[in-house]
């Protein structure tokens, strides 16, 4: 198990690397200029001269080359140090540690509801008999899928909002707040669940497996709950360590929405602006959650189920007596 967690810590490492890369590049092609923005910020609109303009990118380092620009930025990740913000002049990694609370707090209740909501909506598909209402139940991950999170967002505001008034819709006061956005940023992942875990679910109740469990005088509820249930989380829990990155990303479309201050409105923000230390910092940090979770998933499934440790247990064996 050491081992295996070192490679993939390592794994993790060069996925960080490609990340912290591929974002600093694209950033570097996107039409603008950063020092424009600050230098905009700064005089209120009111202009510069051409001279300034490029005073200001010699003291941002804009007029290096990108290989030196990359190295210099790449250095500095590596002490922790992602510069300062081109909108507010403060610390980077500071400021996006500000944002991160309120994010992960929309991200695990969302997570919660997916996990509620496809669960229960695969178990409801596998326990109905009726062909009909099977089929219907199965559609909705799809329906899910197919709309657009912001879409879904503006629908549920005017009615729970402006219209019902029964959940606050803007800000991120309370407990209240999060439920709207939360429910919002769950639906996709709520259907990768639900797909997943009732198509398992339709394999492990098999006509024959069904057949010689309702021989032995078991029930159907049984049969879901204490027998194919099981035997079906495993790619479940697969897809969580997929989602939770889904999770992150999402909630730049569910905080504008919602208002909501979080990393989500601040990466929009810092895209508009190219504000490069903020974007960088937001995109590692999503990829650092995303590998950390395949991480904890991947020593998680021999503890769901041991067959999997006793087959790398096995194949370890084989090859030290070969």
């Not at 178990?123 to 062909?131: D, F, I, K, N, P």
């Not at 800000?171 to 669940?193: D, H, K, Q």
């Not at 029930?219 to 897809?239: K, Q, Y």
């Not at 909501?260 to 504000?275: E, P």
């Amino acid at each position: 198990m050491g081992s295996f967690v070192l490679k993939r810590a390592l794994h993790a490492l060069g996925v960080l690397w490609a990340t912290f890369t591929a974002a600093f590049l694209l950033l570097y092609v996107l039409p603008g200029d950063a020092a424009l923005s600050k230098m905009n910020l700064g005089a209120g609109g009111s202009g510069f001269s051409a001279e300034a303009l490029e005073r200001m990118r010699a003291e941002m380092g804009l007029d290096r080359s990108v290989l030196v620009q990359y190295l210099r930025a790449l250095a500095a990740a590596l002490h922790g140090d992602f510069g300062v913000s081109v909108q507010t002049g403060q610390g980077a990694l500071p400021m996006f540690a500000q944002a991160v609370p309120e994010t992960l707090k929309l991200a695990a209740l969302a997570l919660v509801f997916a996990l509620l909501l496809g669960t229960g909506l695969s178990l409801l598909t596998a326990y109905v008999r009726s062909q009909k209402l099977r089929h219907a139940l199965q559609a909705l991950p799809v329906i899910g899928v197919s709309m657009p999170s912001f879409w879904i967002g503006l629908v549920l505001l005017q009615i729970f909002s402006f219209k019902l008034r029964l959940l606050p819709g803007m800000g991120n006061e309370g407990l209240a707040n999060l439920i709207l956005p939360a429910f919002v940023l769950a639906i996709p992942t709520t259907a990768l669940i639900a797909q997943i875990l009732s198509r398992g679910l339709r394999s492990a109740l098999g006509p024959a497996y069904v057949a010689t469990a309702q021989g032995r005088g078991a029930s159907r509820a049984r049969l879901i709950f204490g027998h194919a249930f099981r035997n079906s989380v495993i790619p479940v829990v697969t897809a969580l360590g997929m989602a939770s990155g889904q999770l992150i990303a999402g909630s730049v479309v569910v905080e504008t929405v919602f208002s909501r201050s979080g990393i989500g409105l601040l990466t929009v923000k810092a895209v508009l602006f190219q504000d490069t230390p903020i974007v960088l910092v937001a995109v590692l940090f999503a990829a650092s959650v995303f590998v950390t979770v395949n991480l904890i998933v991947d020593i998680l499934y021999p503890l769901i189920d041991p067959r999997i440790e006793i087959g790398v247990r096995r194949t370890a064996g084989a090859g030290g007596r070969s």
